[in-house]
């Protein structure tokens, strides 16, 4: 008679890093903006408790990306010619931003150029790969038939791109130019990429068998990358005056405000959605790497709404993200400790024989 053993911490540790989702650098993002929130306000403890959170997600999952990298390539590969997984990947380049813009608001203006040419470099091979990959790849036809809110990430990446270039511009001499002229066009092409996705995602939502299974936390994303189109609108009509932030400036400042309108007008849409899938349609609420996604737009919605508020002199605006956010705080400590919860029942506690 064969005797089967029970897989040891190692062997759940290689099983975990093998299927690692590649959007969980979500949680960099959701840690970070709300770092970022809290500071604005003042709120410097939960502020400092929430960047440590914030890097050490960041360095870790780093290291189970790599390692991920070089020991299962198959598995990577197979995530990049999924166009409803491959998208996933830009979350590395809005969780490295993040993290940096953080970081500037404490003056660490080196780290934050760090990482921005990490993400600016990760943005512009990623922008070129994932869609090649992913869409034009050989997946079966029609692609429309997979996407999903993921998608909506790759307008994200794009505007932490241009967050992150105006956090940097006051402090950079010489190149101030060339960071408003990469702060501008980053936000342009977010913007368009915004636009192109929300029809694509449209036209999947009419066109085919769409069930409560497929409602997931990620379509949250529409709401935040508009959330995040605003924020790095505000960093730019905030920057100084340059040629390209000249041209711009009012018609950045006003997008702005109607694309926090539109992201404003979402947020009771998604609720409505989440009560259909999980109390309508019983579908049970369980812990997921893609809840990240849902706690990133609820933060950057405040933190947006904090900016916008500042840069425009809307206080209403900046009254309404002063208590998102801690909506938004509530809701990640919650998701926070079922990760915890989750992670102890599939990794460190032995299989019951």
């Known amino acids: 008679m064969s005797v089967t053993h029970a897989p040891t911490l190692a062997d759940r540790v290689r099983t975990g890093v093998e ?12 840690s970070g903006i709300l770092s970022v929130g809290m500071e604005l306000q003042g709120h410097h403890v939960l502020s400092t408790l929430l960047l440590v959170v914030c890097a050490a997600a960041f360095v870790l999952l780093l290291s189970l990306t790599a390692w991920r990298f070089v020991a299962y390539r198959a598995a990577t590969t197979e995530d990049f010619l999924d166009p409803r997984r491959g998208f996933g990947f830009f979350t590395f380049v809005a969780g490295t931003n993040v993290l940096g813009v953080r970081l500037g608001l404490d003056g660490h203006y080196t780290a934050t150029a760090v990482l921005f040419a990490l993400a600016g470099s990760a943005w512009l091979v ?10 034009l790849g050989p997946q079966p036809r029609p692609v429309v038939a997979t996407a999903n809110g993921t998608w909506f990430i ?20 010489d190149g101030r130019n060339a960071l408003a002229l990469i702060a501008v066009v980053a936000w342009s ?61 009012g018609l950045v400042a006003g997008l702005a405000v109607v694309f926090w309108a539109f992201a404003t007008w979402l ?15 019983k579908i049970p609420l369980r812990y997921d ?33 002063s208590i998102e956010l801690w909506v938004a705080f509530a ?23």
């Open 19 to 30: 299927g690692l989702a590649p959007g969980y650098f979500a949680l960099v993002m959701a």
């Open 126 to 135: 990623l922008g070129y790969v994932v869609p090649w990959t992913a869409v």
């Open 154 to 173: 790759w307008t994200v990446a794009s505007q932490s791109v241009a967050t992150a270039a105006a956090t940097l511009e006051p402090r950079a001499g």
């Open 189 to 249: 092409v977010g913007v368009f990429l915004y636009a192109a996705t929300g029809v694509i995602v449209a036209l999947r939502l009419m066109l085919y068998e769409f069930g409560p299974e497929d409602l997931n936390p990620p379509y949250w994303v529409s709401m935040g990358a508009l959330a995040i189109t605003v924020l790095a609108g505000a960093r730019i009509v905030e920057m100084a005056d340059a040629p390209m932030v000249d041209a711009t400036r």
């Open 267 to 281: 947020i009771p849409p998604l609720v409505a959605a989440g009560w259909w899938r999980h109390v309508v349609r």
């Open 289 to 321: 790497p893609t809840l990240w996604s849902m706690i990133f737009p609820l933060g950057m919605y405040a933190a947006a709404g904090i900016y916008l508020g500042r840069a425009d002199d809307l206080p209403l605006v900046h009254r309404i993200a």
């Open 331 to 353: 809701a990640a400590v919650t998701v926070f400790v079922a990760m915890l919860v989750h992670v102890d029942r599939t990794v460190r506690r032995p299989a019951p024989r």
